[in-house]
């Protein structure tokens, strides 16, 4: 009787699930949508990179590409190891839109990429701020459309989630489950029309300002130490008056954020329980929501009393990924067929950022995470 009820939990669950996914499928704000112009207010483009010689060159010429006249790019080398700093150097040599920034060393009660952030903040002189990642790439038209919603929509804060390139095995498999929060968990357009700081999220790999908004909400000190810093700016900006708009970055903004299992161990366990604020009651809520959605009617269709239920609920849950397969462009195999699979190893690396957290074990990029600071 307990798995029973457990089981239409599931299935309720999944109804809900499934209306947001197709509501964001049909309705979803989408940065490639807009009608783009080619001049507008000044944007400065601000770009912090450690130990990004892989990635630091073609994001910079793809951001050199736009279809947009008003940009500089700032790029800030974050104390790197490795040839960034060379790279960073020789564009901003060639180009004069292309402005190079030594990183200064990271003070306390910082992490890393807020503190890089914060600085290039401080050499910016666009009306847009608009922070980006090393290993984002973007269409041409990705500032330009950026601006036209941003004027269109009056809007202090706007963020796109970015296409996802995926390579690897245990890429395929995490990286489209962790974006399923976002496009089956939340009504995009919620992001602009609720005032409520709970409906705000946000993605650092393509997050634009207002110069009014960015010092409204005192910027990335405001979030010094926070690790998930870009949920945390938009709803703050949620909390003090700022319009925001969260976007699907699909055909716009693209990035490949890991390439291999051990990094997206790595990376996914920095963030999960961060996405809650490091509270453990709701992180609990959360993995057992997605344990119970995704993962209990797989176990429970190997018993008969429970066939039935359980294959309504895995249609719904082919039906939702198979959505977001066509809308997001996941592999379809992995996102579909292998979707409990991916689900399982999300949640074991839930767990285990649980645990890191709670020990104090993270590190990123060579450096350590003080997640005192966070509990």
Not at 176 to 199: C, H
Not at 336 to 352: A, C, E, F, M, S
Request: charged share 15%; with cysteine.
């Amino acid at each position: 009787m307990i798995l029973f009820t457990w089981l239409i939990i599931s299935a309720v669950l999944l109804t809900a699930v499934l209306g947001v996914t197709l509501a964001n499928a049909v309705t979803a704000p989408m940065l490639k949508r807009t009608g783009s112009y080619q001049s507008g207010p000044s944007v400065s483009v601000l770009i912090p990179a450690r130990n990004e010689e892989t990635n630091i060159g073609a994001c910079i010429e793809g951001i050199l590409a736009q279809e947009y006249d008003n940009f500089e790019i700032l790029v800030l080398d974050d104390q790197s190891t490795d040839c960034t700093e060379a790279i960073i150097s020789r564009f901003s040599q060639q180009h004069p839109k292309v402005q190079a920034i030594q990183g200064q060393p990271l003070p306390s009660g910082w992490t890393g990429k807020n503190w890089a952030c914060h600085q290039l903040s401080q050499y910016a002189t666009g009306d847009i701020l608009i922070f980006t990642d090393a290993d984002n790439r973007p269409a041409p038209n990705a500032i330009a459309n950026t601006i036209a919603y941003m004027h269109q929509l009056g809007l202090g804060l706007l963020s796109a989630f970015p296409q996802k390139v995926t390579v690897t095995l245990a890429e395929k498999l995490v990286v489209p489950v962790v974006d399923m929060f976002v496009y089956a968990g939340l009504p995009l357009w919620f992001t602009y029309l609720s005032r409520s700081p709970s409906l705000a999220a946000a993605s650092g790999l393509w997050i634009a300002f207002t110069r009014e908004a960015y010092q409204q909400i005192d910027g990335h000190q405001a979030v010094s130490n926070r690790v998930v810093e870009d949920v945390e700016l938009s709803r703050l900006a949620k909390k003090r008056g700022v319009k925001i708009l969260t976007l699907a970055g699909t055909d716009a903004v693209s990035c490949r954020m890991y390439h291999s299992f051990s990094e997206v161990w790595e990376g996914f366990s920095k963030n999960l329980f961060g996405l809650v604020r490091y509270r453990t009651i709701p992180f609990l809520i959360l993995i057992l929501a997605l344990f119970t959605m995704c993962m209990l009617p797989y176990i429970t269709v190997c018993f008969t009393p429970f066939r039935e239920l359980s294959f309504v609920a895995i249609i719904m849950n082919v039906a939702m990924r198979l959505i977001l397969s066509v809308k997001y462009k996941y592999p379809f195999f992995t996102s579909v067929i292998l979707h409990p699979v991916g689900v399982l190893l999300t949640l074991l690396i839930g767990v285990n950022s649980f645990y890191q957290v709670r020990h104090g074990q993270l590190q990123w990029k060579g450096r350590q995470i003080d997640l005192q600071l966070h509990k």
